[in-house]
């Protein structure tokens, strides 16, 4: 399987027909069209409908869209790091995260570095724990930023000292809102909007259900988010109460407001690398920076 032919597939894919990606690679459509069956016959699937005047992807064709793009960010994240010049320090740092109050000092490092390197470009990729993990094993990014629970078992890792506090996102009109802080027996019969990571039964880890006790199984849970912006805009119009972080949407001047758990819930942060990763030299210096921030790297 060719890189070559991958372009050919996703452009294809992206434009919605032969004639116009043939046009876009400037190539002829017979050539193209030819490459693409070799591809599907190579893989064993069909990629493609095929219509008069256009192409739509089938269900394997989406799964190895996917693939193909994740292949094709590889490749150039690893061209960026070895075309940079030798006597200037430069390339590209990619760092995925959860939605954390982390990040503003995530984002005080990267300025500090950007200042000291400015050919540095640093990217950031937003998504819950698993859409992190699947994209740093994958190679896709260099480090991942976690809030507990997760599993860390695969990585190394370093326990930053900033917590997240957990909490509910209210309407502040609702009664609840008057409350210095919320206790189990107040979220029973609420609809809950909550986080995908809440739901987690997989790990023995879930300090949501420790935290629920037996009450966990029988919360009214109306709605559920991966990332916390979206989300309260239903608590916005339906009077729906999030059960989320602290500091993540500025409620300071609309019409929510936070009030947090009692017991205290909070998070730990982690910072996260393949173990034996062998980073870029932007990526090692990131990670230099991280190592006099936040402690020592860990020992197996």
């Not at 993540?248 to 009692?262: E, H, K, Q, S, Y």
């Amino acid at each position: 399987m060719e890189l070559r032919v991958l372009k050919y597939f996703l452009n294809v894919a992206r434009s919605g027909s032969f004639t116009l990606a043939a046009n876009n690679l400037h190539i002829t459509q017979p050539t193209l069209s030819r490459q693409i069956k070799e591809l599907e016959q190579e893989i064993g699937h069909r990629l493609f409908t095929r219509k008069s005047h256009s192409v739509s992807l089938t269900d394997d064709g989406r799964r190895f869209f996917k693939r193909a793009e994740e292949i094709m960010d590889l490749v150039n994240k690893t061209k960026a790091e070895f075309q940079t010049a030798s006597d200037t320090v430069s390339g590209e740092i990619y760092i995925g995260s959860g939605e954390s109050d982390v990040m503003n000092k995530i984002a005080e490092l990267v300025s500090e570095l950007q200042k000291k390197y400015p050919k540095i470009c640093c990217h950031l990729y937003s998504g819950n724990a698993e859409d992190v993990c699947e994209r740093l094993d994958k190679g896709l990014l260099d480090f991942g930023v976690l809030i507990q629970p997760a599993d860390l078992s695969k990585y190394d890792t370093l326990e930053t000292s900033i917590t997240d506090e957990w909490g509910l996102i209210m309407h502040k009109d609702n009664p609840l809102a008057q409350q210095k802080y919320i206790e189990k027996k107040d979220l029973l019969k609420l609809p809950l909007i909550c986080s995908q990571q809440f739901l987690n039964h997989s790990t023995n880890d879930n300090f949501f259900s420790k935290w629920f006790g037996n009450d966990f199984n029988n919360l009214n849970i109306s709605a559920t988010y991966n990332l916390l912006f979206n989300a309260t805009h239903l608590a916005e119009k339906n009077n729906s109460c999030i059960l989320g972080l602290n500091k993540l949407v500025d409620i300071r001047n609309g019409n929510l407001c936070f009030r947090p758990l009692f017991p205290p819930l909070v998070s730990k942060i982690n910072i996260i690398w393949k173990k034996g990763q062998i980073f870029s030299p932007a990526a090692q210096i990131f990670a230099d920076l991280l190592q006099q921030e936040f402690g020592k790297y860990p020992t197996d």
